[in-house]
């Protein structure tokens, strides 16, 4: 059974902070990595995704892959109230997506 | 962007009904998806179907069943609601199989 595990929180981050998300998955063969945002009562949206060993930036989002320890992590720099969501992370398994059950962030003013 | 939109934001029924949820993508994706998901379970697919009139079972089809008849439209079917189907259903859509998906708003369904 391939799986892909997240701390389910809640973490709570100060305003202004780094929050730093981690996601580990147990199918050495996974190829590519998503993180995805959900607000409460909302659904799920894609906010970056991964491929590459190391980090890939995009503004205050920073996704870091290590393949060799199989985790991926999402940072967010300057944390806003705003960023308050479950963040669920999504890993490609043999042409599926299996997916984490999500970390609670509450950014606290 | 992609646009996924589902028939309906909030749904109630009553035990035995047959209900339909509807969703349609505007991108031309190949595959599509049906998930639930319930607090502390986290998403859980339901059916998927990679081509117009092909499906397969996901991890919990029990007493759902789909249909697919055109490419931007995905069915979900509960043939008789019961009170444990009460949840939040949310339709996706990706190019291919194992590609990013894009949700739909959600359907919260509450049978009685």
């Known amino acids: 059974q391939k799986e892909v595990e997240q701390n389910s929180g809640p973490l709570s981050v100060p305003e202004g902070a780094i929050a730093s998300l981690n996601c580990t998955y147990s199918d050495r063969g996974s190829q590519s990595f998503f993180w995805y945002r959900q607000y409460s009562g909302k659904s799920p949206e894609l906010i970056m995704f991964i491929y590459s060993n190391g980090d890939k930036e995009d503004g205050r989002f920073t996704a870091q892959l290590n393949k060799a320890s199989q985790y991926v992590s999402l940072l967010i720099r300057d944390s806003q109230p705003s960023d308050s969501a479950t963040y669920l992370c999504?890993?490609?398994?043999?042409?599926?997506?299996?997916w984490g059950a999500g970390t609670k962030l509450i950014i606290k003013p | 962007d992609v646009k996924v939109t589902q028939s309906s934001r909030y749904l109630v029924k009553r035990t035995g009904e047959k209900v339909f949820l509807e969703c349609v993508q505007d991108m031309d994706h190949e595959n599509m998806f049906w998930y639930r998901q319930d607090p502390g379970l986290g998403l859980r697919l339901i059916y998927f179907s990679y081509d117009v009139k092909m499906k397969e079972k996901g991890d919990i089809p029990e007493g759902y069943s789909v249909s697919r008849e055109k490419k931007e439209r995905f069915s979900l079917i509960l043939e008789s609601a019961s009170t444990n189907q009460t949840s939040m259903y949310l339709c996706a859509s990706a190019r291919g199989q194992g590609y990013e998906q894009y949700f739909g708003p959600g359907t919260r369904l509450t049978v009685t």
């Open positions: 999504a890993v490609r398994s043999n042409y599926q997506l299996i």
